[in-house]
Nanobody
Framework: QVQLVESGGGLVQPGGSLRLACVVS????????MRWYRQTPGKQRDLVAT???????DYVDSVKGRFAISRDNARNTVYLQMDNLRPEDTAVYYC????????????WGQGTQVTVSS
């Protein structure tokens, strides 16, 4: 079974920082691109950041310069470092395998809540 478990969410003041982590099991992690999405109630789930197997990264414009995605293949973990957080960053953040190289399927974690408020 392919499983993704997110952690690191919480309540933070504007301008603060959080570091999200997603531990992946049940697949060959190093062969998968990884993504972070976020979703607020009543809105669609939006792509935030991508990191490829070759560690190429990409971000949605609204988080460029503030967020950094990284991966540790030895620990089967993808991270999202979030700095200078804004209230509009408030959302449930989801870890995602776009298409697993072993099964061809898409996988999601359960999500972790990030709340930015003063």
């Amino acid at each position: 079974q392919v499983q993704l478990v997110e952690s690191g969410g919480g309540l933070v003041q504007p301008g603060g920082s959080l570091r999200l982590a997603c531990v992946v099991s049940g697949t060959i992690f190093r062969l998968n691109d990884m993504r972070w999405y976020r979703q607020t109630p009543g809105k669609q789930r939006d792509l935030v950041a991508t990191i490829t197997t070759g560690r190429r990264v990409d971000y949605v414009d609204s988080v460029k310069g503030r967020f950094a995605i990284s991966r540790d293949n030895a620990r089967n973990t993808v991270y999202l470092q979030m700095d200078n957080l804004r209230p509009e960053d408030t959302a449930v953040y989801y870890c995602n395998v776009p298409r697993d190289w072993t099964t061809g399927e898409t996988y999601w974690g359960q999500g972790t809540q990030v709340t930015v408020s003063s």
